[in-house]
């Protein structure tokens, strides 16, 4: 009989101890640990990186070498068969201006956006050698002394050109320069004079 008074003090006193070791001294239960937040993240979201736009000229010379006979000097002149290639470009329009020496002689505009390239036999619908009011003018062909370094410079324009009529083909080509997304540049030597056509 003692020994089992002996036994239940022990064990409430076991179980009180448990209680104490539970509680918060105001008769609840204490509250489950809290998580530290997670850390922010380190690295930035990914980004879409558009390509520059670009614009690669290829002329039917090799680069620094004579310019295709028919496309000089002369009556008979035929526009130079460049080709080009545009990457991130949605120009409105296309313009090429034409220099010798660093002199600007002439300039193509209005070459709509979807053309990639000129002909030798025609050019592209819309498009006309500036000034405006000489509007189906032959073009004159490379003029300029043999051997004498052209540029032809192609333009990819974010608006249509805008120009005074009587503006002339430098003014036009330094608007071409303020309002070019590309550019590009294919170079030749100046060739002798185109033949004259014969009737």
């Not at 006979?69 to 068969?81: E, K």
Request: aromatic fraction near 6%; include cysteine.
């Amino acid at each position: 009989m003692v020994r089992s008074a002996r036994l239940a003090a022990v064990t409430g006193l076991v179980v009180a101890g448990l209680l104490v070791g539970c509680a918060t001294g105001d008769g609840r239960d204490l509250a489950p640990a809290i998580q530290p937040p997670p850390p922010p993240p380190t690295t930035a979201p990914p980004t879409t990186v558009l390509p520059d736009p670009t614009i690669d000229v290829l002329a039917p010379w090799p680069a620094g070498g004579q310019i295709t006979p028919s496309a000089g000097c002369g009556t008979g002149a035929a526009a130079p068969a460049l080709t080009w290639f545009a990457s991130g470009v949605s120009p409105v329009e296309y313009l090429v201006a034409i220099a010798v020496d660093g002199v600007v002689q002439d300039v193509l505009v209005g070459i709509p956006p979807e053309t990639t390239g000129l002909s030798d036999s025609r050019l592209p619908a819309g498009a006309f050698w500036w000034p405006p009011t000489e509007v189906g003018r032959r073009w004159p062909g490379v003029c300029g002394p043999e051997g004498a370094t052209a540029t032809f410079t192609v333009y990819a324009l974010n608006q249509q050109l805008e120009a005074a009529d009587d503006a002339d083909v430098a003014e036009v080509a330094s608007l071409a320069e303020l309002t070019a997304v590309a550019h590009d540049i294919a170079t030749g030597l100046v060739p002798p004079p185109a033949p004259t056509p014969t009737s």
